[in-house]
C-alpha cells in the first residue's frame, strides 16, 4: 500500500523559512511526478511545485519561483519543499501528492493518485 507521510509545517514569521518533506512508502516512483499543493480555508487546492521522480524536471507556479525549491532524495524515497520568504498569504494545508500524471497536467490535482495527510503552515505577519 502506497503512503505519503509530510512532516514539516508549523507556524511561522513572514520572511522565514520552512522545509516539509513527504517520505513515500510502499512502491518505487521512478517514472511518478511528486507534486505540492495547498489548500487555504475557503479556497480551492492549488498547485505550488512538482518534481519529475527520474531525471529531476521541476515545475514551479508563478507565485512561488524564486521562493520555493523541490528537490528529492531517490536513497530516502523523500521529497521536499524549502519555502522561503514566507508570507502571510502561504499560510495553507500543504499536501504532497504523487501520479504518473503527463507533464502538460502537473498542475492538475486530478492527475494525481496518492496524497499525503497534509501540514498545516501557518505565516504571521
Known amino acids: 500500500q502506497v503512503q505519503l507521510v509530510e512532516s514539516g509545517g508549523g507556524f511561522v514569521q513572514a520572511g522565514d523559512s520552512l522545509r516539509l518533506s513527504c517520505k513515500a512508502s510502499?512502491?518505487?516512483?521512478?517514472?511518478?511526478?511528486m507534486g505540492w499543493f495547498r489548500q487555504a480555508p475557503g479556497k480551492e487546492r492549488e498547485f505550488a511545485a512538482a518534481?519529475?521522480?527520474?531525471?529531476?524536471?521541476?515545475y514551479y507556479a508563478d507565485f512561488v519561483k524564486g521562493r520555493f525549491t523541490t528537490s528529492r532524495d531517490n536513497a530516502k524515497n523523500t521529497g521536499y519543499l524549502q519555502m522561503n520568504s514566507l508570507k502571510p498569504e502561504d499560510t495553507a494545508v500543504y499536501y504532497c501528492?504523487?501520479?504518473?500524471?503527463?507533464?502538460?497536467?502537473?498542475?492538475?490535482?486530478?492527475?494525481?493518485?496518492?496524497w499525503g495527510q497534509g501540514t498545516q503552515v501557518t505565516v504571521s505577519s
Open positions: 518534481i519529475v521522480w527520474s531525471g529531476g524536471r521541476t
Open positions: 501528492a504523487a501520479g504518473k500524471t503527463d507533464p502538460r497536467t502537473v498542475p492538475n490535482p486530478n492527475g494525481y493518485d496518492y
Open positions: 510502499g512502491r518505487t516512483f521512478g517514472g511518478y511526478v
